[in-house]
C-alpha cells in the first residue's frame, strides 16, 4: 500500500512538473545539444523549434492583453453612461432601449454572433462556482446569453459535489463556447474509511476528475449562504446578534482573501482588483479558510441536498469585445499570413495551443498551432478521414489556402465513446512552417471580411520609354 502512494504521488508530481515546464518560455535554445552528446536536430528542426517558441510568445502575449481588457470592461461596464446615438429606425422596441445603453458587446471570436453585453455579467459574490476549461483559463458569468445547449453531463467537484452540465455552443457557427451549469447535489462523501484511504482518494480525485475539459470548484459560500434555507434561531440569549457578528467577519475575510489569492483548485474567475500586499493577502486568506471551515462544519448541507445553479461560463479565448456599432474589435488585430499569398488566415488572439504536431502525408510531423478560428472564405477544407489522434478517434479534413497551398487540418468530429473531444470539433490546426505573423496591426478593418491579399507589381516591360 505504501509503494503504490509513493508511485502514484511521484507521477503526480511528474506530471505538475510539466505542466510547470509548458507554462514558462525556455532558459536555452532547445536545439542546443549537451555536452557529449552527438548532434540530432538538422537546421529544419533548429528554425521549427524557435518558430513554435515565437508562437508560444505570441499566444502569452495575447492573453495578457486579453485578461486586462477583460477585466477592464468587467469593472467599468457598471458605470459606463448610456449611449445619446440615434436608434436603428423600425426595429423592435426591446432592441432600441437595449441599443441606447450598449456600446461595447462580447462575440463569438469565430464569427461575431452577439452573446452577451458587459452589464449582463454577474459579479464575483453572485458567482456560484469558480470554473475553468482546457483551453480557456478564465471565463465570464452570466444568467443569460444568446448560446445553443447541445449536451448534458456530470462534473464531479471534491468527490462530493455532482453538477448537472449542459455543453454551450454558438448559434452561428457551432462552435463550442463554454457550459452551463444547471443544477449542484452533494453526494455522500466516499472518504470515510481512515486517512489513509482519505488521502489516496484526494490523489486519484485530483487525476481523473476533469471531465470533458471542464474544470469546476466547490460551491461558493457565499452562494450557498444565500440559496440554502436559514439556520435555526439560537435559544440562547444574544444567540442571534453572536452569529450575525460570527457571519460578518466571515464575510470580510473571504473577501478580503478573494482579491488577492482567489480560491484554490480552479481559477476561472477574472478578479477585478489586486491592491493588497502578498502578506496581507495570505493572512486574510488564512483568517478566510479557517473561517470557512468552521462555518461550514456548523451549517453543513446535508447529503442529498439538490440545489438549482442557472449559471452560463463562457471562456474568454472564445470570445471577442467589440464595438457595438462598428463591430471593430477593441484590441487591434495581428493577422496570420500564408507563407505561399500573404493571404490573412488567421489571427494571433486565436491562438490555443502552440504544443501539437501535425505532417502532410508521409513527410514527418512538424510544429502545429491549435487556433479557435480561420477567416472564412480564405480557406478550403478537403476530404474528410478517420484520424486516431493522442486523445482518441476523430474525423479530420485538410485545410487549404485558396491559393492551393495545404497549410493545416480541420477538426470535423468526435468518435471517442464518453465525447471527451466534443470541445474540439470545428476548430483548426495551422502548421507553423506554412504560415507567418503580420508586421502590421489591424485597427479599422472587418476581422470576418478581411481585404484581399495585395497584387504583385507589375513587370515594368522592357525597352519602354
Not at 244 to 257: C, D, G, I, T
Not at 285 to 301: G, I, K, N, T
Not at 418 to 436: A, D, F, I, K
Request: proline share 6%.
Amino acid at each position: 500500500m505504501l509503494g503504490l502512494r509513493q508511485l502514484i504521488n511521484s507521477v503526480v508530481q511528474r506530471l505538475r512538473e510539466q505542466e510547470a515546464h509548458e507554462t514558462q518560455p525556455e532558459a536555452q535554445d532547445l536545439a542546443t545539444p549537451r555536452q557529449g552528446l552527438p548532434r540530432l536536430l538538422s537546421e529544419e528542426d533548429e528554425r521549427a523549434s524557435q518558430a513554435e517558441g515565437d508562437m508560444w510568445n505570441v499566444m502569452h502575449d495575447e492573453d495578457g492583453r486579453r485578461e486586462r481588457l477583460f477585466r477592464l470592461e468587467n469593472a467599468s461596464a457598471c458605470f459606463r453612461q448610456p449611449s445619446r446615438a440615434r436608434t436603428t429606425p423600425g426595429a423592435h422596441i426591446g432592441f432600441q432601449m437595449a441599443q441606447r445603453s450598449t456600446a461595447r458587446v462580447y462575440c463569438c471570436a469565430a464569427c461575431g454572433a452577439w452573446l452577451v453585453r458587459p452589464q449582463d455579467l454577474l459579479s464575483e459574490s453572485e458567482q456560484a462556482v469558480d470554473m475553468s476549461l482546457d483551453d480557456s483559463e478564465f471565463t465570464i458569468c452570466t444568467e443569460s446569453a444568446d448560446v445553443v445547449e447541445k449536451h448534458s453531463y456530470e462534473v464531479t467537484a471534491d468527490g462530493v459535489w455532482c453538477y448537472q452540465v449542459g455543453g454551450l455552443r454558438c448559434r452561428g457557427c457551432d462552435a463550442f463556447l463554454g457550459v452551463k451549469i444547471k443544477s449542484v447535489e452533494k453526494k455522500p462523501d466516499p472518504r470515510v474509511d481512515g486517512e489513509a484511504s482519505r488521502t489516496m482518494y484526494d490523489i486519484f480525485n485530483g487525476l481523473f476528475r476533469e471531465s470533458r475539459g471542464v474544470r469546476i470548484s466547490s460551491p461558493d459560500q457565499r452562494w450557498l449562504r444565500a440559496v440554502a434555507p436559514p439556520p435555526p434561531p439560537c435559544a440562547e440569549v444574544g444567540g442571534a446578534a453572536a452569529a450575525a457578528e460570527e457571519m460578518a467577519v466571515l464575510e470580510a475575510a473571504e473577501a478580503a482573501a478573494e482579491v488577492e489569492a482567489g480560491r484554490a483548485g480552479c481559477s476561472g474567475r477574472l478578479t477585478r482588483s489586486r491592491g493588497a500586499s502578498a502578506a496581507a493577502a495570505e493572512q486574510a486568506a488564512a483568517a478566510a479558510r479557517e473561517a470557512a471551515r468552521a462555518q461550514s462544519e456548523q451549517h453543513a448541507p446535508e447529503p442529498g441536498t439538490k440545489y438549482g445553479v442557472g449559471q452560463i461560463f463562457l471562456g474568454i479565448r472564445y470570445l471577442r469585445l467589440v464595438d457595438a456599432r462598428s463591430m471593430r474589435p477593441v484590441l487591434p488585430l495581428v493577422p496570420l499570413l500564408c507563407r505561399a499569398c500573404d493571404r490573412t488566415l488567421s489571427y494571433t488572439d486565436q491562438l490555443l495551443c502552440t504544443k501539437r504536431r501535425w505532417g502532410f502525408g508521409a513527410g514527418p510531423p512538424e510544429n502545429a498551432c491549435f487556433t479557435n478560428s480561420l477567416v472564412r472564405g480564405q480557406f478550403e477544407a478537403r476530404g474528410e478521414y478517420e484520424e486516431h489522434l493522442a486523445q482518441g478517434l476523430m474525423d479530420m479534413a485538410d485545410v487549404y489556402c485558396k491559393c492551393g497551398k495545404q497549410v493545416g487540418y480541420k477538426f470535423c468530429g468526435d468518435k471517442t465513446p464518453n465525447g471527451r473531444n466534443l470541445n474540439q470539433v470545428g476548430r483548426y490546426g495551422l502548421v507553423t512552417s506554412c504560415v507567418r505573423r503580420g508586421s502590421y496591426q489591424l485597427a479599422h478593418v472587418d476581422p470576418y471580411n478581411p481585404p484581399p491579399p495585395a497584387a504583385p507589381p507589375a513587370a515594368y516591360p522592357v525597352g519602354a520609354a
